[in-house]
């Protein structure tokens, strides 16, 4: 039988079983969203490069690679009269779409080198599932001159009967009484040409406007509806410029080699000169025209990557205005996608990465926070005798935009919430899957949440026989009634673990926490930072956080006094500071 390598991915699980057959002897099994079965193991699959479920440094070498890659991608190799190629051009449309293209390939192509030196694999068969590159395992096949094929993705439509009852929790979770609209978030009044100061990004509107007349901040208008035949022109025109940006990438020896993970922008290049590049183009020739009649001195955006309203920015910016930008949720990258002469950030983490991202300490005025949540006190005492515990797990996924969890890293922390759960049957654990996202396809390497993602999780839990103990949520429910009811959160690099920090409910990590980087060197310092990774060890701390006060109180004491340094309390609002000139600040 030929020596087979078989990419376990979770959604071609059953076609690569009828695939192989009975006889495993033969197959190395590399693991990626899915676990192998003990009776795949006992007919002779044996499973291939086991690392942990986190590797923080192993993530922080692949962003840079990526980062790098990216700065590549954005080179001016080629120009083509009529249509705008230009690296700031190309910099300000590049989205998160780049990085799910790009960084699970890279990850993909690490496993595939180091599989390249074990040598002998006559066949490779893969089976989809997150974080799975074919263009990747096809290099390694092409390298090695083994066969290579793709399985159908077998396991991704869930059942019918399954997809009805799914469909019909959603129905009436929609249908139940909920809490009243709000009042709506106010707006800034629309530019004219006597607006000095304009914003460019929606998202800042309620922020600016607290500032009344005395900050006359306005917004710059929504773009047109771009023609169809316009749009169908251009891609025609950056189709056959990407084509020849190519040709010339490729012209390079060393990136015809069989592992070079340049491979990768060829179709990120595809990509974006059909979906995204026309459409900027349209929207910054939009942007000239308008910025040309109104004149502003100053323009705001967000840290928003690839989005069309950065086109603004490009067009005050061929004006000379003055730009800032504010962080909000995301982080400033002058490398890979724009820069600006001031930026605002109101946490400890986006000024961090906005430095390690080559921005200046004189680029960077941190405002005061509204994105904190407020600090309240909650239980100080330990559980009552026979009062039950509950313990809420906030659910992942696998994104593919960062890479320090495993792609099992969600179907793991189901494991060890039912096998803690056994350890504790006193308590009651609850599992709070991520709303649903992005659906997996192959040009993102299968990363995202969707319907059959929460299929995958309710089948764990029942070949994990999970006790009475365990209780489901559906993905639609908010966490935060959920965890305002919970006597201690389970957490895996989320943010909600700050929401627990404010709401004084303790926080157990259940993977290793990213000790190089300063928030978290700031909670392991402060003793915030609790962390379990086997059911042992994590019934253990459950216990300690349920009935010793003393450890409930310091715990955390600690997470509200890391809350109070992490987000930024003091120093100007958002609409005073951008208020001001950059060149003054």
């Known amino acids: 039988m030929k020596k087979t390598l078989a990419v376990y991915g979770s959604l071609g699980t059953s076609a690569l079983r009828e695939r192989i057959g009975q006889d495993w002897s033969h197959v190395s099994v590399l693991e990626m969203d899915a676990f192998l079965p003990e009776a795949l193991e006992r007919a002779g699959a044996r499973k291939v490069l086991e690392g942990p479920m986190m590797n ?10 990526v980062r790098l890659l990216l ?21 300000a449309s590049l989205d998160a779409m780049a990085f799910r293209m790009a960084t699970a390939y890279i990850w993909s192509l690490e496993q595939a080198r180091k599989l390249a ?26 390298a090695m001159g083994a066969e290579f094929e793709v399985l159908p993705e077998s396991d991704s439509v869930p059942p019918l009967a399954w997809r009805l009852r799914r469909k019909w929790r959603r129905w009436r979770m929609k249908s139940a ?21 304009v914003c460019a990004d929606p998202r800042l509107d309620a922020l600016l406007a607290r500032g009344g007349d005395a900050w006359p901040w306005h917004r710059m208008p929504s773009f047109a509806a771009a023609g169809s035949q316009e749009l169908t022109d251009l891609k025609r025109e950056y189709s056959a410029w990407w084509k020849d940006w190519w040709q010339d990438w490729m012209s390079c020896e060393e990136h015809r080699v069989p592992l070079h993970e340049g491979q990768i922008l060829e179709s990120v290049g595809q990509h974006y000169a059909l979906h995204v590049y026309p459409l900027h183009s349209v929207c910054l020739s939009e942007a000239r025209r308008v910025m040309a009649g109104l004149n502003p001195k100053r323009l705001l955006v967000g840290a928003m990557r690839g989005k069309k309203e950065l086109m603004w920015l490009l067009a005050a910016q061929e004006r000379g ?3 800032a930008a504010c962080t909000l949720d995301d982080h400033l990258d002058p490398l890979i996608a724009f820069n600006v002469e001031q930026a605002y950030c109101d946490d400890e983490r986006q000024h961090e990465m906005a430095l390690d991202s080559g921005m200046k300490e004189s680029q960077i005025t941190m405002v005061r926070t509204h994105r904190a949540p407020a600090l309240r006190e909650r239980r100080q005492h330990a559980l009552r005798p026979g009062q039950r515990g509950q313990i809420v797990l906030a659910g992942t996924y696998f994104s593919g935009q960062r890479i320090a969890a495993c792609p ?11 096998e803690t759960a056994r350890l504790l049957p006193g308590h009651d654990f609850h599992v709070k899957p991520h709303p ?16 059959v993602n929460v299929w995958q999780m309710e089948n764990c839990l029942r070949e994990l026989k999970a006790p009475p103990n365990v209780i489901w949520h559906e993905p639609e429910v908010s966490l935060a009634p959920v965890m305002d009811k919970s006597d201690i959160l389970l957490n895996i690099e989320s943010y909600a673990a700050f929401e627990a920090y404010a709401l004084g409910i303790p926080v157990i990590h259940v993977c290793p926490v990213a000790a190089e980087q300063k928030a978290f060197a700031r ?6 930072a609790q962390v379990a990774e086997t059911p042992e060890a994590l019934a253990e701390l459950v216990r300690r956080n349920l009935e010793d006060a003393s450890w409930i109180s310091a715990r955390t004491a600690s997470q509200q006094e890391f809350l109070r340094g992490f987000f930024h309390t003091e120093g100007p609002l958002l609409h005073e500071a951008a208020s001001m000139s950059p060149k003054a600040v």
């Open 436 to 451: 649903v996202r992005e659906r997996p396809q192959e040009p993102t390497n299968w990363t995202g949440f969707h319907h």
């Open 177 to 197: 009484p909920g809490k009243k609209a709000g009042n709506a978030a106010p707006s800034l009044p629309l530019a004219t040409s006597s607006s000095p100061w």
């Open 71 to 91: 700065d590549k991608f954005l080179e001016e190799r080629c120009v083509r009269p009529g249509i705008d190629t230009r690296r700031v051009f190309r910099a």
């Open 117 to 142: 030196d074990m040598g002998g694999w006559e066949r490779i068969l893969v089976s989809p599932g997150a974080g799975v590159s074919t263009l990747a395992w096809r290099q390694l096949a092409q």
């Open 321 to 323: 205005l003055e730009t």
């Open 56 to 65: 923080h440094p192993q993530s922080t070498e692949q962003c840079d690679r």
């Open 408 to 418: 099992r890293m969600n179907l793991w922390s189901l494991r060890l919430l039912v």
């Open 523 to 528: 909670q392991i310092e402060l003793g915030a």
